[in-house]
């Protein structure tokens, strides 16, 4: 296809299966709504609310990603508009991140006392509240809603009808692909910025086996549940590179480096082996098999109806 060709059937093709593109219209408006309830609900406190806005725009994005060849440019275009708006609401971000970190890390040996302990906490706290405060405006909300509406109407266009589970096997076997090519030969010797490349594959495969589980429940929630736990593991690494930083000379927490460094380093290594043990299981297959095996499962769900 073509960039910016409209997603068409062929010529003597077999219809695509009944209900099946309505689900993925449904997955899609259920994302939307989930990022509008974000930006409107009055219950939600402003880190709440980032944290909600960014999950469902992780999502909307792996999904787009999943269709981008039956949509065409027009899920590009928005995939990126999406990935720019988050760029956007990155700062807080890397704050909860480094705070998600000092909790990990107090699982383990952490030569701090509970006194210090808070007292990072409620730096880092300030810091992310600061850094919401300077990015979560009035202004970046409206642009966030401004966004979802105009999504929303693009949906009510896109030709979901069309698109049968062949399509969607595609995008997964392409993520999963994606994946795979990233996973390390050398965990313990792998640099944090290849580790959350690998981290951003894992999560879009997540999010992407979340659009097909109301559509398929039995098999994409057990490979669901072993992709969030490699995610959870890789994003625990991520977030204690991010706390590293924030030891550094002239960093915020440079008066604690010395005592957490032992601590960041032990949680790291524990994460690095249980990702390595997940990825092997999640990743055994090569792409063709993948693709190969979700296609006859497929079939096979569909001869007995269930």
């Known amino acids: 296809m073509k960039p910016g060709q409209e997603p068409t059937m062929a010529v003597g093709a077999p219809p695509a299966e009944t209900g099946f593109g309505d689900g993925l219209a449904q997955a899609a408006r259920s994302i939307l709504a989930d990022a ?38 027009s899920a590009n275009q928005m995939r990126a508009e999406a990935r720019e708006l988050m760029r956007m609401l990155a700062g807080a971000r890397d704050v909860q991140a480094a705070l998600d970190a000092i909790d990990d890390s107090s699982k383990g040996e ?20 600061a850094a919401e405060a300077a990015s979560f405006t009035p202004e970046m909300r409206e642009r966030l809603m401004r966004y979802l509406d105009y999504a929303t109407l693009t949906v009510d266009r896109w030709p979901f009808a069309a698109i049968g589970f062949d399509a969607v096997a595609d995008g997964l ?48 929630k057990v490979w669901g549940e072993e992709a969030q736990r490699l995610r959870n593991r890789l994003g625990a690494c991520q977030d204690l590179a991010v706390l590293t930083k924030f030891t550094m000379p002239h960093q915020p927490l440079a008066p604690w480096r010395s005592r957490l460094a032992p601590a960041i380093t032990a949680r790291h290594t524990g994460h690095i082996k249980a990702a390595a043990r997940l990825a092997g299981r999640l990743f055994a297959e090569k792409p063709r098999a993948f693709r190969k095996r979700i296609i006859a499962l497929w079939s096979a769900r569909q001869n007995n109806g269930k």
């Open 173 to 220: 076997t392409v993520t999963y692909r994606r994946a795979r090519q990233l996973i390390p030969e050398n965990w313990q010797d792998a640099d944090a910025e290849h580790l959350h490349d690998l981290r951003r594959r894992v999560v879009e495969h997540r999010h992407q086996l979340d659009v097909i589980e109301p559509l398929w429940p039995r098999l994409a």
């Open 110 to 129: 952490v030569p701090l006392s509970a006194t210090s302990v808070e007292t990072i906490r409620g730096r880092l706290t300030t810091l992310r509240d």
């Open 36 to 73: 509008r309830t974000a930006l409107t609900d009055p219950k939600l406190s402003e880190p709440e609310a980032v944290h909600d806005v960014r999950k469902a725009f992780k999502r909307w994005r792996a999904f787009l990603r999943l269709l981008e060849v039956p949509l065409g440019e």
